[in-house]
């Protein structure tokens, strides 16, 4: 997993598009629902309880949407859902034991379903920006704006942003919801609760599992480490490698990444690329001896910043850096490997 960081100057950009989003449409669809008479199931009850927790007035429900929208305390927002679902309905909304426990369950994300609609946000709006101009806002604005272009759940897929030939907008990232869409619909359209992601992460190895693994904008990028198991020093320089290994260091999110994305399965495919750099690692060292530098006219910087590139990569820019720098620095600590 690799955390993203966003600049605080992108970020105030960020949600500020996505506070007047909110504004603009979702808040918008509450309140039609809310003086819509007709096609809601048990009205009275259901019209209580988004007052109670969306607010009383038109001013105090756009701004707890807004907080719902752009706020990062997702845990918060979660405990003040249940608390008020609970005492309006006496039982847990992810947790209807009867039938009509979860007729109401499913009536309630239904309505947050139309109410939030994240499929709505793939064509987005335009809306005013801080400038005064109007933006399109959308999903894929989004994705670009967070500058992420490899997975941060995987670090091997790249997702790729561009504008197709009749001018539309395409992306090959899926937005991940942290927290699933179907246990916290009222999450949907939180920008903190969509991470961008590969395919294979979103649909293939997550599906709809609501565990808490690693959170690519809360949890830091060594929280998880892979690593090679080496017995003694020799191992090294040996042809043996067979297999790498996760470290998930007894953080039980880390192992649930580890678990959900199938880490441990699908690293094995990268095994060549470690065999390389442990070759590398063994040349340089051979190299401090000169000959290769006499014969190619190369210093050692050269060599060093042309097969160790990806130290000065970033991880959320180019796939498989996260699994040779951990390497890497795991054979520091063993060879001493100097510039
Ligand atoms: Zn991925």
């Not at 970020?11 to 007047?20: D, G, W």
């Not at 979660?78 to 309006?88: A, H, L, P, Q, Y």
């Not at 793939?122 to 894929?140: L, P, T, Y």
Request: proline share 2%; aromatic share 14%; glycine share 6%.
């Amino acid at each position: 997993m690799i955390e993203i960081r966003i600049n605080s100057v992108e970020r105030k950009r960020i949600e500020a598009l996505h506070k007047e989003y909110t504004k603009k449409v979702i808040a918008g669809r509450l309140e039609k629902i809310l003086g819509d008479k007709t096609g809601v199931q048990n009205k009275g009850k259901v019209l209580y309880f988004l007052q109670e927790l969306f607010g009383y007035t038109e001013r105090d429900r756009e701004k707890q949407l807004v907080y719902f929208c752009i706020s990062d305390e997702l845990e918060k927002i979660i405990g003040i859902f249940e608390k008020r679902f609970f005492d309006s309905f006496g039982f847990q909304f992810r947790d209807a034991k009867n039938e009509e426990q979860k007729a109401t369950a499913e009536d309630i994300a239904y309505i947050l379903n139309r109410i939030f609609y994240y499929d709505g946000f793939n064509a987005g709006s335009r809306i005013a920006g801080q400038d005064g101009e109007k933006h399109v806002w959308n999903r894929h604005r989004y994705v670009v704006a967070t500058k992420v272009k490899v997975c941060p759940y995987c670090n091997r897929q790249y997702i790729t942003s561009y504008e197709s030939k009749d001018g539309t907008e395409k992306t090959t990232a899926d937005v991940d919801h942290y927290y699933p869409q179907s246990a916290y619909p009222y999450l949907q359209m939180n920008i903190y609760n969509m991470i961008p992601s590969c395919n294979i992460c979103n649909s293939k190895t997550k599906g709809s599992k609501d565990e808490r693994h690693l959170n690519p904008y809360k949890d830091s990028s060594d929280s998880l480490l892979f690593e090679v198991l080496l017995d003694n020093i020799d191992m090294m320089y040996s042809s043996e490698i067979e297999r790498i290994a996760v470290n998930s260091r007894g953080n039980p999110k880390a192992i649930a990444s580890n678990e959900v994305f199938k880490l441990d399965e699908i690293y094995q495919a990268h095994i060549e690329d470690v065999k390389r750099l442990f070759f590398h690692i063994k040349e340089y060292e051979a190299f401090k001896e000169d000959y290769y530098m006499k014969t190619m006219g190369l210093d050692m910087g050269n060599i060093f910043s042309l097969w160790f590139d990806f130290l000065n990569d970033s991880p959320l820019e180019k796939p498989l850096v996260k699994l040779k720098r951990d390497v890497f620095k795991q054979l520091e600590t063993y060879c001493g490997i100097y510039k």
